[in-house]
C-alpha cells in the first residue's frame, strides 16, 4: 500500500482513479487521497480492548448480549433497563464508534472522567465527518442511549495475571431532556472505563478515522493494526479462521467473509501508510511497524496530477 501513496504524490488522484480497475480500487485511492491531504493530524485515543475485540456493525435485539473472543482477550456488553424499564440494545454501527472514540480522546487529553458533551462532541462528530442532518443526529442519540445503558466486562489473561473488570461506560444520562428534546450536556465516564483507558491508551490519527467514514470494519481493521504492529517482536501469521472470529460478526460464512475483509483491509492500509501487513493463502501476515499516530503533518502531500 505504500506504493499507492507514492502514486498518489507523483501522478495525483485523477490520473489514479482513471487508471483503477473497479470501484474498490477508487475508493481505496479516494480514502488513501483524503488521508494524506488531510491539514488537521491531531491524534485520538482507544483502550486495547476496543482494538482487539469489535462491537456490533448493525442493530441487534433489545436485550441480547453481545460476546467476541479474542485469544486471552474477551469482551462482553451487556444491554441494561433504562429507568422506565426499556432495554435499548448494543451500542452499534459507526456512529457508537465515534462516540465512544470521542469519550476516550477527551478523557486523555484532558485527563478528566468529565467528558464536554454539546459542542464540544458536536464538532468533533463534524470533524469526522458525520452532517449536521436530523437523521444522523436521531442515529447519534440512538447510540448514547445504549451506550448509557449497557454494562460492560473486560477480562485479559497474560502471565501477571491479567486484567479484569466489569462496570458501566458512563455514570448517569448523557442528556437532560427539555421540551421532549435531547440536550447533549456532559458526561462522567465510570471509574473502570476510564482507568482502563488511561492505563494503556493506544494512539490513532483523527485523520484516519475521518477518511474511513462509515466503514464499521475498516474502521475496526485499523484499530486493530494500529494496537498490534507497533508491539509486534516478530512476524505473526494470522490465520483466516482467527480473523472471521473477530472481524466477521456480520457475514455467514469463511468463503464469503475472505473478499469482504480483503476490500476493508485495503481501505484501513490506505490510512495507515507504514503498515507492513500482506495478504496471503493462508491469513494475513503482519510485520512490526511504526504506530500510525506519530504527530506532525501528513507524510505524503497530494497534488492532483493534471
Not at 432495554?87 to 485527563?111: C, D, M, W
Not at 448514547?144 to 501477571?160: A, G, H, Q
Not at 476490500?263 to 503482519?286: F, I
Amino acid at each position: 500500500m505504500a506504493d499507492l501513496h507514492h502514486r498518489l504524490n507523483s501522478q495525483g488522484q485523477f490520473a489514479l482513479r482513471l487508471q483503477a480497475r473497479d470501484q474498490d480500487e477508487r475508493r481505496v485511492i479516494d480514502t488513501a487521497a483524503r488521508f494524506l491531504s488531510e491539514e488537521n493530524v491531531e491524534p485520538a485515543f482507544t483502550h486495547p480492548g476496543l482494538c482487539l475485540t469489535v462491537l456490533p456493525h448493525r442493530e441487534r435485539p433489545p436485550q441480547e448480549i453481545w460476546r467476541r473472543v479474542n485469544g486471552t482477550v474477551s469482551l462482553m456488553v451487556q444491554p441494561t433497563a433504562d429507568h422506565e424499564g426499556a432495554f435499548h440494545g448494543v451500542p452499534s454501527g459507526s456512529k457508537a464508534r465515534l462516540i465512544l472514540l470521542y469519550l476516550q480522546t477527551e478523557a486523555i487529553k484532558t485527563n478528566s472522567r468529565q467528558i464536554e458533551l454539546g459542542r464540544s462532541m458536536h464538532a468533533w462528530l463534524c470533524r469526522m465527518g458525520v452532517k449536521p442532518s436530523g437523521t444522523n443526529y436521531g442515529e447519534v442519540n440512538r447510540q448514547s442511549r445504549k451506550i448509557e445503558n449497557c454494562l460492560l466486562t473486560f477480562s485479559r489473561d497474560d502471565e501477571d495475571g491479567g486484567v479484569r473488570w466489569r462496570d458501566t461506560i458512563i455514570r448517569g444520562s448523557f442528556d437532560r431532556t427539555q421540551g421532549g428534546l435531547r440536550e447533549l450536556m456532559a458526561v462522567e465516564l465510570s471509574d473502570s472505563f476510564y482507568r482502563a483507558i488511561c492505563d494503556h491508551p493506544v494512539p490513532v490519527a483523527e485523520a484516519a478515522i475521518r477518511a474511513l467514514g462509515d466503514r464499521c470494519t475498516a474502521i475496526d481493521i485499523y484499530l486493530w493494526l494500529a494496537y498490534r504492529l507497533h508491539a509486534l517482536g516478530r512476524d505473526t501469521l494470522v490465520s483466516w479462521p482467527r480473523l472471521f472470529a473477530q472481524f466477521g460478526a456480520a457475514t455467514t460464512a469463511l468463503k464469503h467473509f475472505k473478499p469482504r475483509f480483503a476490500r476493508d483491509l485495503d481501505l484501513a492500509l490506505a490510512v495507515y501508510p507504514t503498515a507492513r501487513v500482506e495478504l496471503c493463502e493462508e491469513g494475513v501476515r503482519l510485520e512490526a511497524s511504526p504506530p500510525p499516530y506519530l504527530g506532525g503533518r501528513p507524510r505524503l502531500q497530494v497534488g492532483d496530477g493534471r
